[in-house]
Nanobody, 125 residues
Framework: QVQLVESGGGLVQAGGSLRLSCAAS????????MGWFRQALGKEREFVAA????????YYADSVKGRFTISRDNAKNTVYLQMNRLKPEDTAVYYC??????????????????WGQGTQVTVSS
């Protein structure tokens, strides 16, 4: 079993930055693809970013491309999401997830095997 714990959320003004962390325990996730998703109040969970097991490939939703950066430190069993130039529409609960099979459909929730409990990000205008 893998436990994922997100941290780093909070309240920030529009244009500001936050760095989310996702610490894994129970098993190394160094061979897993990892993703970040978010869910705003009353909306479905949506893909934000994903990273391959090696960190060599990264993927982003169009809405965050150029503003967010996903990275990982396999030695620390941790994945990060650097969020810059935040907008009010980025307000959501952010979840990290682990895909054991590291498949191609990184943008869908169904392929992920483990999820964290989420961290709230609120961007004020």
């Amino acid at each position: 079993q893998v436990q994922l714990v997100e941290s780093g959320g909070g309240l920030v003004q529009a244009g500001g930055s936050l760095r989310l962390s996702c610490a894994a325990s129970g098993r190394t996730v160094s061979s897993y693809a990892m993703g970040w998703f978010r869910q705003a109040l009353g909306k479905e969970r949506e893909f934000v970013a994903a990273i391959s097991w090696s960190g060599g490939s990264t993927y982003y939703a169009d809405s965050v491309k150029g503003r967010f950066t996903i990275s990982r430190d396999n030695a620390k069993n941790t994945v990060y999401l650097q969020m810059n130039r935040l907008k009010p529409e980025d307000t959501a609960v952010y979840y990290c997830a682990a895909d054991v099979d590291s498949g191609s459909y990184y943008y869908t929730t169904q392929v992920y095997d483990y999820w964290g409990q989420g961290t709230q990000v609120t961007v004020s205008s």
